[in-house]
């Protein structure tokens, strides 16, 4: 990778703004190209941007492009596709968002890309799989958001009930970023302690594990409700995400990867901790799961192949 961190967005809606708003305020990169089909409107959010710079963290240079901008970036970002609608669930997306994805990563793939690319359009992992397929890159190097977004929902909630500090609540999200996700408790810490010790110690129910565990996996359906679309929440998971890229932290995150039988599973995108760097994902995080909660990843993986090929793959 060259040493200029350049991002490229496509899609300047409310995620991809979110994400690219948040840079101004922690840095990191040093340019930053948006790319929308609305052209205009991508021309308006870099104005808007470039206005905010002198009271940036630090200088960025901001700018609309098009997919030629994409040869020498770093990461290209995709935010695109149709905003979910109240009545939807993110697989009622699929078909829809699949074939956007497929055209974007044509295109980006035209300009002679040879970098990562991080996909956060829902349904996360069906994108992140369609990406892949499409643009013929190493799986470690098509990332999907996964359930990065959905652990954080976790880590503030448990942070909530136990009065805990959430960088030291150690539990994922695992799955499918969405109905089928689940939370492997036998797996979660706090600090160095079992999660399950704390909470035989404290007398707590086991109970309220799993009424935060229905709070995490409504809360976009929640949100949607009420402001009909969420952003600040991924945005900032996706600057997150850059940033562990860029900064080779090889930091342990849950997002979407490719199963080569981590978890005797193959062959598609879906949310696991994996250790992540500037080569995109190191490798995947092996968890021992109990039974029943390798039944429930086994039941999300289900779910997301047969998606995949009733829906994804004849549009491929």
């Known amino acids: 990778m060259n040493e200029k961190r350049k991002i490229v967005l496509v899609g300047t809606g409310s995620v991809g703004m979110s994400m690219a708003y ?4 922690t840095g990191g990169i040093d340019e930053l190209v948006l790319i929308d089909v609305n052209k205009e409107k991508a ?66 793939m035209k300009s002679g890309f040879d970098g990562i690319i991080i996909v956060a359009s829902n349904p996360v992992d069906g994108m992140a799989y369609v990406a892949h397929k499409v643009s013929g890159l190493p799986t470690n190097r098509v990332i999907g958001t996964g359930t990065l977004l959905d652990t954080a929902r976790l880590r503030f909630m448990m942070s909530e009930y136990l009065n805990i ?17 689940f939370v492997p408790w036998n797996n979660a810490y706090i600090g160095c302690k079992p999660l399950l010790n704390l909470l035989d110690e ?35 998971t996706l600057n997150r995400l850059v940033q562990a ?8 995150l849950t997002v979407s990867a490719y199963q080569a039988g981590e978890y005797g599973q193959e062959g598609l995108y879906i949310g696991v901790p994996a250790i992540i760097n500037r080569n995109g994902i190191r490798e995947i995080m092996k968890l021992e799961l109990n039974e ?25």
């Open 22 to 25: 948040s840079f101004l305020t």
């Open 202 to 236: 404290e007398k707590r129910n086991l109970e309220d594990l799993h009424n935060i565990y229905v709070q995490v996996q409504q809360a976009g359906y929640e949100i949607v409700k009420r402001k009909h679309s969420t952003y600040y929440g991924i945005g900032l």
């Open 165 to 181: 500090s959430t960088s030291n609540i150690h539990a994922y999200i695992m799955g499918e970023h969405g109905d089928t996700s």
């Open 245 to 252: 890229v860029l900064n080779d932290e090889n930091s342990i």
């Open 43 to 108: 021309i308006g959010e870099a104005m808007d941007l470039q206005h905010g710079l002198p009271y940036a963290r630090s200088n960025i240079t901001i700018l609309a492009g098009d997919y030629s901008d994409c040869k020498d970036a770093q990461i290209v970002v995709i935010t695109a596709g149709v905003t979910q609608r109240s009545d939807e669930t993110r697989l009622d997306l699929t078909a829809r968002d699949t074939v956007i994805i497929k055209d974007v990563t044509e295109n980006i």
């Open 292 to 316: 029943v909660d390798q039944t429930k990843f086994n039941n999300s993986c289900k779910t997301i192949k047969e998606i995949n090929k009733t829906i994804i793959d004849p549009l491929l």
